[in-house]
């Protein structure tokens, strides 16, 4: 008989015969901690999330995933959305249910109806969510053929995920059940449904949302805020990819599958430019505007997007400037440290705020400044010789991080500055009930430009990402109300080019490294998309800040 051997956080081990599931030896994963205090969702097992119902059968290192991890709270929230597509099934059998948009620790949700969802119709589906978790249902995770999930997914009426077996056909596929509803996701869910006691369905716009708990807090729902400006850049690209008729991976590789690609990627570009021209005409109707601050992100396509609003800014007459906001930072000794002791360059302190100031007060009075210099080597700002003023005609772009936020430029009048916020909002779901997350498509795009312009492995910029979010969550989220204009600068088709990049520095990621979870899952993600090669990208793209090969100098 075939032994394994399971190894624990603290370094203790157990043997089993050929498998075992980590439920059975929960109180060995974590013994220090009782389930009323903190509960675990998953495992990992050497570094691969598990669900708690899975079989291990291999000898292997496991270590618990708590609701308040990344891992931890994404699986929450997976699961919640499969309790609520359950529960729409049982309702509404034969009806669409539509997962859009996150929104302020939420989902946005419609259904595909000609009508509008009716508040009663929302407090039916979210009575069904509560009786579902108070029955502590089990969630099934089962392994069935190819030909059964398509006849499955055709009886339930999931188009989106039979389409995707067009295109993606392993003989095997791994659904999820739930009474008499099933379903497709490509991570593990918790195991049974009484631990997802937290949530809420909230009426909104022509759906609702369902509300979900922080990762730092998961006993409860944080306050709502609204981001109106948000919702209605997201809804106009829903729309304008309906019209289309992409609305999802499917139907994007549909169009790969039919060498159409040509026509869908000048169209996608041509969209983007003229959202680009039409801010640039903002600004002109601004009549007082001198200074266009650009913030978003990391990896939104800042440099790009203020590359190509400078030409279009240019076609209306003006003659833009940079300042940029790198050049002033304090120097590494006066450089404030966060809670770890690390330098932290994200924070507002780590700029000159006085001496930029100045200098911008100085260039509207029509003075000639010396632009400061900041040797990141060395850690120093110091006087290069370069000067800067400003002609009748010029404007001034910056960008970075804290554009948005005023305490960044206190002595210039709001009537001289305008706010533009960028975020790569792609409008495509895998499917209906699986959404792609806006930090995975710049998560991507930044494994590959680290790797090709900056030296750094998968598994470096993976390892990075979680204080890069923390910053943006400071910083510029509880900003983004502020802009005069939002920016979408996710391109529909960019993920099957960026795919070919990617996936070689994914798999590069060892088990035997912590972020190879995080990898495998990207992996995962990829794999429900065919490619494009980057012969096709434009050059003027903001796909090729990432790629390479731009007409733009960086």
């Known amino acids: 008989m075939n032994k394994i051997k399971i190894t624990f956080t603290d370094k203790t081990s157990i043997e089993a015969d050929n498998s075992i599931k980590p439920v059975t030896i929960l109180s060995r994963i974590a013994p220090q901690v009782s389930d009323a205090e903190q509960k675990i969702l998953a495992v990992k097992v050497n570094n691969e999330l598990y669900s708690l119902e899975s079989e291990i059968n291999i000898s292997a290192d496991i270590e618990p995933v708590f609701e308040n991890s990344k891992e931890g709270a994404a699986i929450y929230r997976r699961s919640l959305c499969f309790v609520l597509a359950a529960a729409a099934y049982n309702l509404f059998p034969g009806t669409r249910l539509l997962v859009g948009h996150s929104l302020g620790y939420g989902y946005y949700y419609t259904i595909d109806t000609q009508q509008q969802i009716s ?17 502590d249902e089990i969630i099934e995770t089962r392994t069935i053929s190819y030909k059964e999930a398509c006849e499955l997914f055709e009886s339930l009426n999931l188009i989106e995920t039979r389409k995707q077996l067009n295109y993606r056909t392993p003989p095997r596929i791994k659904i999820n059940t739930l009474e008499k509803f099933s379903d497709m996701y490509f991570e593990p869910l918790v195991g049974n449904t009484g631990m997802l006691d937290v949530f809420d369905l909230v009426p909104y716009n022509e759906g609702f949302l369902l509300r979900f708990p922080t990762q730092n807090n998961p006993s409860s729902l944080p306050e709502f805020h609204d981001q109106p400006k948000l919702f209605q850049i997201y809804s106009d690209y829903k729309k304008w990819g309906r019209r289309l008729g992409v609305t999802s991976a499917a139907s994007l ?32 109707d601004k009549k007082t505007a001198r200074v266009v601050l650009i913030a978003g992100p990391s990896s939104s396509g800042k440099t790009t997007t203020s590359k190509k609003l400078a ?41 000159n705020i006085k001496l930029l100031n100045e200098n911008l007060m100085d260039l509207f009075e029509g003075k000639t400044i010396k632009l400061p210099s900041y040797d990141f080597q060395a850690g120093e700002n110091y006087f290069s010789g370069q000067t800067m003023d400003l002609g009748p005609n010029d404007i001034l772009i910056m960008e970075g991080i804290h554009g948005l936020n005023d305490k960044l430029t206190p002595l210039v009048p709001e009537s001289m500055k305008f706010k533009i916020y960028l975020s790569a909002l792609t409008q495509l779901n895998l499917d209906d009930h699986n959404r792609i997350p806006t930090s995975d498509n710049r998560l991507i795009r930044r494994i590959v430009r680290d790797a090709r312009f900056r030296g750094k492995s998968a598994a470096d910029t993976i390892r990075m990402w979680e204080n890069v979010q923390k910053g943006e969550k400071l ?59 980057a012969t096709d990208v434009p050059n003027q793209s903001i796909i090729r800040e990432f790629i390479g090969g731009s007409a733009f100098h960086y």
């Open 475 to 533: 910083h510029i989220f509880p900003f983004q109300n502020n802009a005069d204009a939002m920016l979408n600068t996710a391109l529909d088709y960019e993920i099957p080019v960026l795919k070919v990049y990617a996936e070689p520095l994914l798999k590069c990621v060892s088990p035997l490294q912590k972020e190879f979870s995080e990898s495998n899952r990207l992996l995962q993600f990829l794999n429900f998309f065919s490619t494009i090669p």
């Open 311 to 351: 030409l279009q800014l240019q076609a209306l007459g003006y003659t833009p400037k940079v300042i940029s906001l790198d050049n002033y930072y304090v120097g590494r000794t006066q450089t404030p440290k966060d809670e770890n002791g690390q330098y932290d360059y994200e924070c507002l302190e780590a700029l």
């Open 253 to 284: 590789n549909q169009i790969i599958h039919d060498r159409k690609t040509a026509d869908f990627i000048n169209i996608t570009e041509t969209l983007q430019t003229k959202k680009i021209s039409d801010i640039a005409e903002k600004i002109m």
């Open 119 to 135: 508040p009663s119709e929302i407090k039916a589906i979210q009575a069904e969510m509560k009786r579902i978790i108070s029955a």
